[in-house]
């Protein structure tokens, strides 16, 4: 049985699954350790991973990896759309082994990524994570090496789904 964290919507479930997918498959400590999935206004689900640099602000976050997917992605059936047009739901997981075990949780975008999506796609919503309670365990299907191991913990608390451009309380939209 997979579990989800507190707060997650059924329908965001799926976004859920996929950066989980993607962690599963690619994580590696210090490189890659945020998954991001977009689902985009047509239903389609387009993920990224955050590549860390040695310089911090080299670093690039899976948000902003997986907005250029949807670009990309979407050219064919959406030439030239922007994405607020595109864009309906992001969603971060990161995954961080601990001395306590390996944790899984959503986590909000950062100050960067706040901006981007407000400039972008203020509209869309996305999630931030609640730190309360417990940890659980989370059973992801076993894989081979690299990626994530093992049966890690989803971490305490809850999942707050809000509209992006809430998260930047104040700020004037973009005139681009
Ligand atoms: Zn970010």
Do not use: N
């Amino acid at each position: 049985m997979v579990l989800y964290p507190k707060g997650l919507t059924d329908v965001d479930r799926p976004l859920w699954d996929a950066a989980v997918a993607v962690l599963t498959t690619s994580y590696r400590t210090g490189r890659h350790e945020v998954a991001a999935a977009v689902r985009c206004t047509d239903g389609s689900i387009v993920t990224g991973l955050h590549l860390q640099g040695t310089a911090g602000r080299s670093s690039v976050c899976a948000e902003g990896v997986a907005l250029g997917a949807v670009l990309v992605g979407q050219q064919d059936r959406h030439p030239g759309a922007p994405l607020d047009e595109l864009v309906d739901t992001v969603l971060a997981v990161l995954h961080r082994p601990t001395p306590d075990g390996a944790l899984l949780r959503i986590v909000a975008p950062c100050g960067v990524c706040r901006e981007l999506l407000a400039d972008h796609c203020p509209q869309a919503h996305g999630y931030v994570h609640l730190p309360d309670g417990t940890p659980s365990p989370v059973q992801l299907v076993e894989q081979d090496a690299p990626g994530i191991h093992g049966a890690p913990y989803l971490a305490a608390g809850r999942a707050q789904r809000v509209q992006v451009g809430e998260l930047l309380p104040g700020s004037t939209r973009r005139a681009w």
